[in-house]
């Protein structure tokens, strides 16, 4: 009786192993399949995304229609009509990309980076002093009007009130004239992104001011509120903030 009932449910659990395997490769073959019609939809919609964009940008470009000239225009002459305005919004965008990754024609392109030794000095906190996680900056610093500190338990960077500055010389390169002009914003720190989440104002920082009462207009007719402008001082040294307007 013993070997009868292993030898039948030995055959048993062969019969469900192979039942099971039968099962799982059709399965694994679905998947399979699904993975390779996923890949070639994918390669489908990327190539229709490319060729629709192909012709947007063809048909942005198109001819101005021009009196005609009297006479013969020369065959080195044909492809030289004039443009609509697609060109002219291609440049402004281009320009608008490059003041969006920071890069600008600056008059210091290259300044001397600044430690952290120097930037930070370290502040002693608790009971018996031991504590050393919180920073004071020691170079000048830039606050939003509505500026509150945190309380002393949670504020790690303290930026003290008498290297806050809220104006700046900004000398114009055109018109050879100097004006005090209110900072809007730190727009970036040569020295990094930390610096310039906090306001930390060097040699060589680009900041936004505000030049409302310059009546600067665009050429769309409309007035300049801010615009950029470069350090061209040490502030913590002088005591002010000299800048050159960035044209």
């Known amino acids: 009786m013993d070997t009868a009932s292993t030898t039948s449910s030995a055959s048993a659990r062969r019969r469900r192993v192979q039942s099971t395997s039968t099962l799982r490769e059709p399965r694994r073959h679905w998947v399979l399949k699904g993975k390779m019609i996923a890949k070639k939809n994918y390669a489908e919609k990327a190539l229709m995304k490319k060729t629709l964009a192909m012709h947007e940008e063809s048909t942005s470009r198109r001819k101005v229609d021009d009196d005609v000239h009297d006479g013969a225009v020369p065959a080195y002459l044909l492809d030289r009509e004039n443009t609509t305005r697609a060109k002219i919004l291609s440049n402004s965008i281009k320009q608008k990309r490059k003041e969006k990754a920071g890069k600008w024609e600056v008059p210091l392109p290259k300044v001397r980076p600044v430690a952290e030794d120097e930037m930070f000095k370290v502040i002693r ?44 010389h900004v000398t114009h390169p055109e018109l050879k004239c100097t004006f005090n002009l209110e900072i809007i914003a730190v727009k970036k720190n040569p020295n990094g992104p930390t610096y310039t989440s906090l306001g930390v104002i060097t040699k060589g920082t680009i900041i936004e001011v505000n030049v409302s009462e310059l009546g600067l207009v665009t050429p769309a007719g409309k007035v300049v509120w801010g615009k950029y402008a470069q350090v061209t001082n040490n502030p913590e040294n002088d005591g002010c903030i000299n800048a050159v307007l960035l044209v």
């Open 125 to 168: 906190s608790g009971k018996r002093k031991t504590k050393q996680w919180k920073r004071m900056v020691t170079k000048a610093t830039f606050v939003g009007p509505g500026f509150t500190r945190k309380p002393p338990k949670y504020e790690r960077f303290i930026r003290p009130s008498g290297l806050r500055f809220t104006k700046a």
